[in-house]
């Protein structure tokens, strides 16, 4: 069974950094993909990062330069690191995992094809 636990969300200034973390276990790297989804107050929930079983990344053109997805396959784990931080970065993030995927494809498909959700982490930046 597919289990993804996140952690490292805070309450932060606009203009710093977090690292986000999903602890996954249940699969193995090449059979699925990973994916950061993100969900603020009153919004539809959006694709922000994914990474490949080959290790290629995409990314959506909000957080392009900001943030940076990783995967420690040691460790099992998937990163989120964020930079130079802003308001609109708010939100509750969670970490999905669907059938490996190439990463260019991930973001652009509906959200419903992520079959595993972690629990989310919340995110608050303050201007």
């Known amino acids: 069974q597919v289990h993804l636990v996140e952690s490292g969300g805070a309450s932060v200034q606009a203009g710093g950094s977090l690292r986000l973390a999903c602890q996954v276990s249940g699969f193995t790297y090449s059979t699925y993909s990973l994916g950061w989804f993100r969900q603020a107050p009153g919004r539809e929930r959006e694709g922000v990062a994914a990474i490949d079983n080959d290790g290629a990344t995409s990314y959506a053109d909000s957080v392009k330069g900001r943030f940076t997805v990783s995967a420690d396959t040691d460790k099992n784990i998937l990163y989120l690191q964020m930079n130079s931080l802003k308001s609109e970065d708010t939100a509750m993030y969670y970490c999905?995992?669907?059938?490996?995927?190439?990463?260019?494809?991930?973001?652009?498909?509906?959200?419903?094809?992520?079959?595993?959700w972690g629990q989310g982490t919340q995110v608050t930046v303050s201007s």
């Open positions: 999905a995992a669907r059938v490996a995927t190439p990463a260019h494809m991930m973001l652009a498909t509906a959200d419903s094809d992520f079959g595993f």
